[in-house]
């Protein structure tokens, strides 16, 4: 039996807030599976996107232990993480989180170029142009729409080629087509590079694409 790419055991995640410490998730375990499609749902607050995060040790379990691809993210530092992150993992945002000053081509080959890697550039177009965004490759995010930055962040995010794939609410700021394109380009990304996708959302027909849902309600999981 194949190892799972995710594990949680028993997480717990506990912030500081004006009023003191919030409790924001509650002895959360789980496994997902390589090459499963797991989608992360419930009402606004109820800790999906804080789940994420720890997946992707953008954010540090206060209890429990997280692990990915084996390895105990718990006790990484920053540095450590930011490494795995970069060798193993693409993240989306709702937020584009595109240099304004780069070009599209540039916002994707950046991260590749940060890795060391030699055709940084040509993955770069080879991602962009798979995202249909061939005759939009020297254009400044500010040139363009929405849509097309999304795109532009799902093509730096599946250039690397990562085992593990986050998104979160990655249709939540573009219109209805637009985000039934990025959905059909997010599974694309998956089965091209047979990565295991995990994501926020609130979409039932992204959800509904999905292996395997998994609810979550005021921190815990909605059984």
């Known amino acids: 039996m ?15 807030g004006n009023a003191g410490k919030v409790e924001i998730l ?3 375990s789980l496994t997902v599976a390589a090459g499963e499609t797991v989608g992360l749902v419930g009402p606004s607050g109820s800790g999906k996107s804080s789940l994420l995060m720890l997946m992707g040790g953008l954010e540090r ?8 691809l084996g390895a105990d993210l718990t006790p990484m530092t920053e540095d450590q993480l930011a490494r ?3 060798d193993n993992m693409g993240v989306v945002f709702q937020s584009f989180h595109l240099i304004p000053t780069m070009t599209a081509l540039e916002n994707v080959a950046t991260p590749l170029e940060l890795a060391g890697r030699r055709d940084a550039f040509g993955r770069a177009e080879e991602e962009l142009t798979a995202v249909g965004l061939a005759d939009r490759m020297h254009h400044y995010p500010g040139q363009l729409s929405g849509g097309e930055q999304q795109r532009v962040a799902l093509a730096r995010a599946a250039a690397p080629r990562p085992r593990i ?4 609410e990655p249709t939540g700021n573009l ?13 694309d990304l998956r089965d091209r590079h047979g990565a295991t996708l995990i994501m926020v959302t609130h979409a039932p027909e992204l959800a509904a694409r999905c292996d395997r849902v998994i609810g979550l309600r005021d921190g815990r999981l909605d059984a």
């Not at 794939?165 to 979160?168: E, F, P, S």
């Open 2 to 16: 194949t190892s799972p790419v995710l594990s949680l055991t028993d997480v717990t995640l506990t912030l500081d």
């Open 26 to 28: 509650h002895g959360i």
């Open 61 to 68: 379990a206060t209890g429990g232990v997280v692990k990915a």
């Open 84 to 86: 795995f992150r970069r």
């Open 165 to 168: 794939l986050l998104a979160d």
């Open 175 to 187: 219109d209805e087509a637009n985000g039934r394109a990025i959905m059909d380009l997010l599974f």
